[in-house]
């Protein structure tokens, strides 16, 4: 009910920067909650990159702090993930999450995480 739609993907070499967004949207009425990227490499366990409450409380995993900066913007119900000084230890599928309440036709509420398609970041030595 509530579609999350990655962009700004791509190539770099190390110490470059990407900036990648996420957009939610609906047919219906919703709020996101919790967003949250993800990423995952080839052979590893998908790792939380960051994360950003609705009231703008930030985490970040261990390896990206200090380099990613995770902000969103509540009224275009978007979130984006600035990275700079990649190392290619970054490359991976990044993937967008997200805890929306979305409202049935008869009102009431409903509770669900989404997750966009992902997109890919390579970053070359």
């Known amino acids: 009910q509530v579609q999350l739609v990655e962009s700004g993907g791509g190539s770099v070499q190390a110490g470059g920067s990407l900036r990648l967004s996420c957009v939610a949207s609906s047919t219906r009425s919703f709020r996101m909650n919790d967003m949250v990227w993800y990423r995952q490499a080839p052979g590893n366990q998908r790792e939380l990159v960051a994360l950003i409450s609705s009231g703008g409380s930030t985490k970040y995993g261990d390896s990206v702090k200090g380099r990613f900066t995770i902000s969103r913007d509540n009224a275009k119900n978007a979130v984006s993930l600035q990275m700079n000084n990649l190392k290619p230890e970054d490359t991976a599928v990044y993937l967008c999450?997200?805890?929306?309440?979305?409202?049935?036709?008869?009102?009431?509420?409903?509770?669900?995480?989404?997750w966009g398609q992902g997109t890919q970041v390579t970053v070359s030595s």
């Open positions: 999450s997200g805890d929306s309440i979305y409202y049935l036709d008869n009102g009431s509420p409903v509770a669900e995480r989404h």
